[in-house]
């Protein structure tokens, strides 16, 4: 077994024991019953009030919509699994002084640094893949609506929380546990906040707050990311019920462009160095 195997099994271990995985089991658990529940009553209202003529146009409305709302959902308990698994990484494993003999020897500090990234992230994409495909089953049980694309937003959305679990980690190495958790999310509140102002430039045909969201959106990834997964879901719909869709929970949807994806391969690049030269010259 490596040093990156062993010190990242170990991540997972700890969290067993602190009953992380329990904790969010249950949680997620509710979550989707609510969801079920919510989906279910909603297609049942829905087209209670709709003819014939509407139908489509209602299914494909609410359908896209509540997995908006459950992509929403799943980048959030995401987020928070991700932040729970590396906010004390670094400085808070120093302070209990559990992290000094690890560092000296046998394994250094750039390996404990990339065991603990491929170890929480692992985690995260495994949960958002599986969170984000049961929540697309119960819509597609519920009402009978599947979105346009799956495979790419749901792909989208766990390297938006691969995104996160880096800047956590990066986190960790300069802040206490505490205030590591509260600057990854407000830093998280920031992201989509921004990408909001930037769907409301684009209404009010403002170009400074479109430029807010676009610098938003490449300051902090995982926001684009989220926006072209909402977008992906009804990228081939048309129509009015499309555009009210389109307008987005907590953020509207938007195709990325074309340098996204380099961009955000670089983006880890630099997180990932930041991380390593702050923690080389770090004194534990």
Do not use: K
Not at 28 to 55: I, K, P, Q, Y
Not at 122 to 128: D, R, S
Not at 170 to 196: D, P, Q, R, Y
């Amino acid at each position: 077994m490596t040093a990156v195997t062993a010190v990242a099994l170990h991540t997972l271990q700890e969290a067993l024991r602190r009953r992380v995985f329990l904790v969010v089991l249950v949680l997620t658990v509710a979550f989707l019953g609510l969801f079920w529940l919510g989906v279910d009553r909603a297609f049942d209202e829905a087209l209670r009030f709709a003819d014939g003529s509407e139908l489509l146009e209602i299914e494909v409305a609410v359908g896209a919509t509540l997995l908006g709302l459950a992509m929403f959902a799943t980048l959030f308990l995401g987020t928070v699994l991700a932040i729970f698994l590396t906010l004390g990484a670094v400085r808070g494993d120093a302070e209990r002084g559990t992290l000094q003999p690890l560092v000296v020897r046998p394994i250094g500090r750039s390996t404990f640094l990339l065991a603990r990234f491929l170890g929480a992230a692992a985690v995260c994409t495994l949960y958002v893949v599986g969170v984000f495909t049961a929540a697309a089953g119960i819509v597609r049980t519920a009402g009978g609506w599947w979105p346009d694309e799956f495979f790419a937003p749901t792909l989208e959305l766990a390297a938006a929380v691969v995104l996160l679990c880096a800047l956590s980690l990066l986190g960790s190495v300069f802040l206490s546990t505490t205030a590591n958790g509260i600057a990854v999310f407000m830093l998280f509140g920031a992201g989509l906040t921004g990408g909001l102002l930037g769907q409301i430039g684009e209404a009010m045909n403002s170009e400074t707050l479109i430029d807010v969201g676009r610098r938003t959106a490449y300051a902090l990834p995982f926001e684009a990311l989220y926006q072209d997964g909402l977008h992906r879901l009804t990228s081939e719909t048309f129509g009015a019920a499309a555009f009210v869709v389109r307008l987005g929970p907590f953020g509207g949807a938007e195709a990325a462009g074309g340098g996204l994806f380099a961009w955000i391969v670089v983006y880890v690049g630099l997180v990932a160095l930041a991380a390593g030269t702050a923690f080389a010259r770090r004194d534990l």
